[in-house]
């Protein structure tokens, strides 16, 4: 995945990112309110050799102070001294809570401690640690004087800076937690959205779509609202990028290999509600709309929808020629609206998968074949029967149909492999319901013809009547 390919996703799916970042915000500002605020107040203690008579004892003893002082500093926040402080001040922690609190710190190379102590009260937080430092003191001296003998400690522990009350807290402000919780939000908002499209397999990219099949894309159709009511588009609007999606269909098919006209089309799909019937119906106008002879056949004997779709009689048709019951001329009919000559599915049958495989079937292609200049079949989707599989040795090419968001990636392959098996490779896919990539430049390109400076314009309904000239027809300027 690209860099633009993640900005793509990002801008597809800002909302998501904006919600995280809201969020993050949220929970910013809602920490500020429920956590109560923190001081800290700071202690310096001095860890000190006795005075040297000479530079080499002098030296020695600035030796024994630096080693002393990582001794020291663990024991602040041993349970010795916070026992004995958590006693003294009656504080109502015990001394493993009250440790959680304390850090103490000391640079390299320095004798000085620098005692933090944390709490929810200023006063109190100086109060322990300057009880730290006086605990700390007396724990030193005790363990410094060798026992009986009444000689000088060689290190002494002292307090140089004692710790006041702190006049704000240590605790994060508002801002600083909203900042941090926007920051968190926006990169987990960015971090779910490209994990999510990384594991999805649904087919949204023509690009991807092409990597995986090793087909090519023939054509990609985005969804017109005119497919709420009826499947058959391409005849009901003048343009549009619906139906300039099959009119680049049409070309494709024509130049897809020049020297192996394609005049029996099968159209199928891996799985259903993909559109393969849509497909069928709307190519079959447009090449109907080019002066061809058209012939759809439903061979979709499971769900037949080529009938509804075209406005035809149904109830006779496919299955009723292969089991003799009517001859293909008085089975095929025509579609008016669409331009084209249909062969419904015709009467249910109990086992299409073997009536379709029989001879008849590619008798009656061969049939169709030399009475019109292209026939597209619309089968059933090949992952859950055998009926596509089965017919597709017996047809000049196959498209399959994917639907955006809907088909998946391994149910793709799987369906190619359905046709590698029975040794047909398809001629190349169909995206649809794809979303419009140039519908605005579209919709800005076109002109209307009234706007076209020079010839034609259109006669006003209140104009007076021209002689011999209908109410709609253009009139010349003079």
């Known amino acids: ?10 801008r597809e799916r800002w909302l998501v990112v904006a919600l995280a970042t809201v969020l993050g915000a949220a929970v910013g500002a809602g920490a500020f309110l429920l956590l109560p605020p923190t001081w800290t107040a700071h202690a310096t203690l001095y860890v000190a050799a006795r005075d040297a008579g000479d530079t080499q004892q002098a030296y020695q003893g600035a030796q024994l102070s630096e080693q002393r002082v990582r001794s020291y500093t663990a024991l602040v926040t041993g349970r010795r001294v916070t026992a004995e402080v958590t006693a003294q001040l009656g504080l109502p922690d015990r001394p493993e ?9 000391s640079a390299e190379d320095s004798v000085l401690i620098d005692v933090a102590v944390r709490d929810g009260d200023p006063g109190r937080a100086a109060d322990i640690a300057n009880r730290i430092g006086v605990v700390l003191t007396g724990i030193v001296a005790e363990m410094e004087t060798p ?14 800076e004692p710790a006041v009350a702190p006049d704000r807290p240590s605790s994060p402000g508002l801002l600083f937690l909203i900042t941090v919780g926007t920051t968190i939000g926006v990169a987990l908002g960015c971090a779910g959205v490209l994990a999510r499209r990384l594991l999805d397999v649904s087919v949204r990219s023509p690009e991807r779509l092409e990597e995986v099949t090793g087909l090519p894309l023939l054509a990609s159709v985005p969804t017109d609202t ?6 058959l588009v391409a005849t009901g609007a003048a343009g549009g990028p619906f139906v300039e999606a099959f009119r680049w269909l049409r070309t494709m098919l024509a130049f ?43 061979a979709d004997l499971r769900r037949p929808a080529v009938a509804e779709s075209l406005g035809v009689e149904p109830t006779v048709g496919l299955a009723d020629v292969l089991v003799g019951r009517v001859s293909f001329d008085r089975a095929v009919q025509h ?6 000559s249909v062969l419904a599915a015709g009467c249910p049958v109990p086992d299409p998968g073997e ?16 009475r019109f200049d292209v026939v597209i079949v619309d089968t059933a989707p090949l992952l859950l029967f055998t009926d596509a599989a089965a017919l597709a040795r017996t047809v000049d090419g196959v498209l399959l149909v994917c639907r955006y968001r809907s088909a998946t990636y391994p149910r793709v392959a799987e369906a190619l492999h359905a046709l590698t098996t029975v040794s047909v490779r398809p001629i190349g896919t169909v995206l649809t319901a794809a979303p419009p990539t140039h519908g605005t430049e579209y919709a800005a390109y076109r002109r209307e013809p009234s706007t076209v400076p020079g010839s034609v314009e259109e006669t006003s ?12 027809e253009p009139r010349i300027r003079a």
């Open 1 to 10: 995945m690209t860099v633009s390919d993640c900005l793509r996703i990002l």
């Open 226 to 231: 005119a497919l709420r009511r009826t499947r």
């Open 355 to 370: 009536l379709l495989a029989g001879e008849g079937m590619t008798a009656l292609l061969a049939t169709a074949r030399s």
């Open 97 to 105: 809570e009250l440790a959680d609190r304390i850090a103490a710190t």
């Open 147 to 160: 026992p009986g003998t009444g000689t000088v400690a060689p290190v002494a522990l002292r307090v140089v």
């Open 256 to 298: 897809v290999d020049v020297t192996r006209p394609r005049r029996v089309v099968m159209v199928t799909s891996g799985g259903s509600g993909e559109g393969k019937t849509t497909t069928v119906v709307n190519l079959a106008a447009t090449l109907a709309t080019a002066g061809r002879r058209v012939l759809v056949v439903d």
């Open 461 to 472: 309904p209140a104009g007076p009547a021209v002689p011999g000239r209908t109410e709609h």
């Open 335 to 340: 579609a008016g609206s669409a331009g084209v």
